[in-house]
């Protein structure tokens, strides 16, 4: 699919040719209303273990434009999507195949931290807008931040950190950790261990294996032995299902106490059952808020797609609240870039979460809200750290 000139500027440029004037397109773009649609590029796992959530956001974002009568900024919105698969050696090829191929005005994604390093290299070279919806790996608002890089969700040193300060409040001392060997769980990790050791705590052990098995025995089998005084996890979708079902039927539920960012058991608990009733974890989101905004979402949510939303689903939502106060700033024109960027920068967004703001490195700062799963909910317990900014280590901007 070729983006076609508008024939007024096709003409333009043609007679400006013949007259061996020297061309500008963008001065020329902009003396014209913008005109044909905006383009947004999902890039999304739509398959394997974070199927769902790729469909959360995707739902979530087309609902707020929903809402907006199918416009931003004055103009409609066209959708593009690719499946990422979550695999990290085919992103730099998927998110060309927007950006190139699609010349999509925003690229909106992903879910999987290693995928997302790929898309990153991709809109740094074409400076091409990218909404960030879920993934939290560290680098994107740290060294490797820009000024075309938004993030709608958290950073993966956020989550882990707001749990390492609850567990250290617990008096609790000796901690094992088990994640996913990749970017997410490392950098959840690192958070928790971050705030727990300074608070007195010590990990005396990391365990991890190759994402996405969800082979966990070896490691059950571990923890059992170690009998450590607190278990923090990192997992997600369809593999933080079985973990859950795993660690219940290996009879450590009541024996030692489960903490994780709220990733194991947000979009999950219909399949997880009983095993997961009563975990605690940490996340920008909870089932029981009490503000106006999650209220109307919650309802329309499960009006248009007969399901509750869950995080995932709210970030998508809120990505497309962040490109609304791009589009609108500029009244459509997205060639405007450093406008568009200054707009959502200067965003306050009004979440179902809370509303929040973007750091200097684009990244939301938010509550970290402690959760306890009661049923099919994960209800608010009360805020653990208030309006949490990553340090955004090694950003320049
Ligand atoms: C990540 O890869 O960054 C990620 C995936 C699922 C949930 C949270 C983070």
Redesign the pocket.
């Known amino acids: 699919m070729h983006r076609r000139p508008p024939p007024m500027l096709t003409l333009t440029v043609a007679a400006a040719l013949a007259w061996g004037t020297a061309v500008s397109y963008a001065p020329l773009a902009r003396a014209q209303a913008p005109s044909g649609k905006i383009k947004v590029g999902f890039m999304l796992p739509y398959t394997g273990t974070?199927a769902a959530?790729g469909t959360a956001i995707e739902n979530g974002f087309r609902l707020y434009v929903h809402e907006q009568g199918g416009r931003l900024g004055g103009r409609e919105v066209e959708y593009f999507k690719v499946d990422d698969e979550s695999d990290p050696a085919k992103a730099p090829e998927n998110a060309s195949r927007l950006v190139k191929r699609d010349q999509v005005d925003v690229v909106v994604g992903t879910?999987?931290?290693g995928v997302?390093m790929g898309i990153v290299k991709v809109v740094k070279e074409t400076n091409t807008l990218l909404i960030i919806p879920?993934?939290?790996?560290d680098e994107a608002t740290g060294p490797l931040c820009g000024p075309n890089i938004f993030r709608s969700s958290f950073s993966?040193w956020q989550p882990g950190y707001a749990m390492g300060q609850v567990v250290a409040s617990r008096g609790l001392k000796r901690v094992v950790t088990l994640t996913w060997k990749?970017?997410?769980g490392e950098q959840s990790v690192k958070g928790f261990k971050e705030a727990f050791e300074s608070r007195g705590g010590k990990v005396v052990k990391e365990l991890s294996l190759p994402f996405p098995n969800v082979e966990f025995q070896a490691q059950i089998t571990e923890i059992a032995s170690l009998k450590p005084d607190a278990v923090f996890v990192f997992f997600?979708?369809g593999g933080a299902v079985k973990f859950v079902r795993d660690w219940a039927a290996a009879g450590l539920k009541d024996k030692i106490p489960l903490f994780a960012s709220g990733?194991l058991t947000d979009g999950t608990l219909e399949a997880q059952g009983a095993a997961a009733q009563g975990l605690e974890t940490t996340l920008h989101y909870a089932d029981g808020l009490t503000n106006a905004r999650d209220k109307a979402f919650r309802l329309e949510y499960a009006k248009a797609y007969k399901l509750q939303p869950d995080v995932y689903a709210v970030q998508g939502y809120d990505a497309a609240q962040l490109l609304a106060a791009g589009a609108t700033a500029v009244k459509g024109d997205m060639t405007r870039k450093a406008d568009v960027y200054k707009a959502m920068e200067a965003a306050r967004v009004d979440s179902p979460r809370g509303a929040f703001t973007l750091s200097r490195a684009h990244n939301p700062v938010q509550d970290f809200y402690l959760r306890k799963v009661d049923g099919r909910e994960n209800k608010v317990g009360g805020v653990a750290v208030r309006a949490l900014a990553d340090p955004a280590r090694g950003c320049r901007l």
């Open positions: 974070y959530l879910v999987h931290s997302q879920n993934a939290g790996v993966n990749y970017a997410a997600a979708g990733f």
